[in-house]
């Protein structure tokens, strides 16, 4: 009886820590994706009275901010160039951002996200600056149909 009880705890055990291990390995690709430090530059940009209207708007206020911030950006993100920050690195695609005025209809402050994402789920950045992922029911929720396209 104490092995059974013994293998059981050992088992628990497991599961607990590898759905914690998974949970922390999902956070991390989260924090550390490119829409992540999009949305970082794009909060920094709003600090700065600089809210953009469109990407080439963007790209120039990026451009502008000081070198070593922008390093230390790209070195954070993993990538060379900082046109690299507008492509997910999961699917591949642009991501479609909202600039200014927020789209009517959008909801919970959503500012940019995947155009299809990886397995059913996409990456979708809030203006908070965090990334969440979500599967296609909870995408339609927050993102109507005629937002999804980039204009």
């Not at 607990?16 to 992540?36: F, I």
């Not at 600090?47 to 922008?70: V, Y």
């Not at 479609?96 to 402050?109: A, L, P």
């Amino acid at each position: 009886m104490q092995l059974r009880w013994s293998l059981i705890g050992a088992l628990v055990f497991t599961v607990v820590v590898g759905c914690s291990s998974a949970e922390k390995k999902q956070s991390l690709q989260r924090d550390t994706s490119h829409l992540h430090w999009l949305l970082r530059l794009y909060a920094h940009a709003r600090q700065k009275g600089k809210s953009p209207n469109s990407e080439p708007e963007f790209k120039q206020f990026i451009a502008s901010i000081d070198p070593a911030l922008a390093d230390r950006t790209r070195a954070a993100a993993n990538i060379t160039s900082t046109d690299e920050l507008f492509i997910s690195e999961r699917d591949g695609q642009p991501y479609i951002v909202f600039y200014g005025t927020r789209s009517k209809g959008v909801g919970n402050d959503v500012l940019a996200f995947e155009q299809s994402g990886v397995g059913g789920k996409r990456y979708v950045g809030y203006g908070l600056g965090f990334v969440e992922e979500v599967d296609e029911q909870r995408f339609t929720q927050l993102i109507p149909e005629d937002k999804r396209m980039p204009k």
